[in-house]
Structure formats: C-alpha cells, structure tokens
Nanobody, 124 residues
Framework: QVQLLESGGGSVEAGGSLTLSCLAS????????MSWFRQVPGKGREGVSC????????LYHDSVKGRFTISQNSDENMVYLRMNNLKPEDTAMYFC?????????????????WGQGTQVTVSA
C-alpha cells in the first residue's frame, strides 16, 4: 500500500505564494499518476493538477492555469505544487493523491491513495 504525507500549507495574503509537497512511501505509486485535489466545506473534491512519469503528462484545472506549477522528482516519490498569485477562492484543504490507473486525469475515481490534506488559506 501507499502512504502520502502533505506539507507546506499555511495562511497568506492574496497575491502571495506557497509550495506544497507530497511524500509517497510504500509500493504501488511509481509509474502511475499523482495529483493534487482541493476541497472546501460542503463541496466535493476538485482536481487541481496531475502529473505522471516526472512530467511526461501534466494537466491543470482552468482556474489555476498560469498560476500553479506541478512537478515530480525522477524517483516519483515526491510531487510539488508551486502556487503563485494566490486568490481567496484558492482557500481549501489540499490533498495529494496517487495510484492513478488511467494516466493523468483530474477525476477523483482515478486515484487509489489519498493523503490527509494540508490547509491553504488566502485572505483578501
């Protein structure tokens, strides 16, 4: 099985930046897509970005294109999300997901493993 540990969340003002990190351990995550999702109270998870094979496939949600950058190390055990020009609507709990069976997609059902999340809060 796979264990995922997110870090890097915090509170920033609009226009600020944060970098989220996700460390994967165990077996079953390499050569499969990893992704970032976010969730606010009362709503389901929203796919933010995904990556596979340390960058051979990358996808972003329209709301973060041009502002967020996803990356992965060559060992595929670490994924990062650089978040620039943050907006209040980016406020959410951010989750790392792994084990994507169908390539790089932003569909929640594609992923078998989930971290516990790290909170990002952006003030106006």
């Amino acid at each position: 099985q796979v264990q995922l540990l997110e870090s890097g969340g915090g509170s920033v003002e609009a226009g600020g930046s944060l970098t989220l990190s996700c460390l994967a351990s165990g077996s079953g995550y390499r050569r499969k897509a990893m992704s970032w999702f976010r969730q606010v109270p009362g709503k389901g998870r929203e796919g933010v970005s995904c990556i596979i094979s340390h960058g051979t496939q990358i996808l972003y949600h329209d709301s973060v294109k041009g502002r967020f950058t996803i990356s992965q190390n060559s060992d595929e055990n670490m994924v990062y999300l650089r978040m620039n020009n943050l907006k209040p609507e980016d406020t959410a709990m951010y989750f790392c997901a792994a084990g994507g069976e169908w390539g790089c997609t932003l569909g929640e059902s594609n992923y078998a493993y989930w971290g516990q999340g790290t909170q990002v809060t952006v003030s106006a």
